[in-house]
């Protein structure tokens, strides 16, 4: 069982639709971040949220953390191909210790 | 460089061979991490290391894995009598050890164990 747990695992939609990709854990972060990665290279930082309960925008996708900072949810209005990718979420329990992550969701966007 | 970089790009080897791969973190970066990605999956954790102290090895997945890091800087991952279940992508990161740290990433070393 992993530390956090990633919902779906998988999602194929056509673009234009809306999406939410779930990031769960029973243990608490002090925070937690949220990558793509692109076929071929390495996951990028989309961003970090850090109080409980935050939001925070980025274009078109909403993340969201948790009251309790131990979930965080990713949502995407109106998908692109160019949203195709893997998403990544990781927490981090504590100031320099390790970050932990989820197993992913893949996403295709279909033209 | 500005980056993580890591050698080589891509890997070929003969079951049964050692392999050496190589990263090169960001300057300053106190944290290293190494990652397995199979195919179409995830991020394994292999190993960690902040600083001096001790790494946290409990990702490694068999005594075969081992890897070194000099002080803060160049980082070794080695894989002996490799198999062909080691075939991977092989991802480095290193980060500054702070609050919210990021992850800064290398392009990966894709290993092909024949």
């Known amino acids: ?90 927490g981090e329990r504590g100031a320099g210790n390790m970050l932990t992550f989820g197993g992913g969701t893949r996403l295709m966007v279909k033209p | 460089g500005a980056g993580v970089s890591q050698s080589p790009s891509n890997k070929v080897t003969e079951k049964g061979k050692d392999v050496e791969l190589r990263c090169d973190p960001i300057s300053g970066h106190t944290a290293l991490y190494w990652y397995r990605q199979r195919l179409g999956q995830g991020l394994e954790f292999l190993i960690y290391f902040q600083g001096n102290s001790a790494p946290d090895k409990s990702g490694l997945p068999s005594d075969r894995f081992s890897a070194e890091r000099t002080g803060e800087s160049v980082s070794t991952l080695t894989i002996q009598r490799t198999q062909q279940e080691d075939s991977a992508v092989y991802l480095c990161a290193s980060s500054s050890g702070t609050l919210g740290n990021e ?5 990966g070393t894709r290993l092909t164990v024949l």
């Open chain 1, 1 to 90: 069982t992993q530390l956090l747990e990633q919902s779906p695992q998988f999602l194929s939609i056509q673009e234009g639709e809306n999406l939410t990709v779930y990031c769960n854990s029973s243990s608490v972060f002090s925070s937690l971040q949220w990558y793509r990665q692109e076929p071929g290279e390495g996951p990028v930082l989309l961003v970090t949220v850090v109080t409980g309960g935050e939001v925070k925008k980025l274009k078109r996708l909403t993340f969201q953390f948790g009251d309790a900072r131990k979930d965080s949810s990713l949502h995407i209005t109106a998908a692109q191909p160019g949203d195709t990718g893997l998403y990544l979420c990781a």
């Open chain 2, 103 to 107: 992850q800064f990433f290398g392009p």
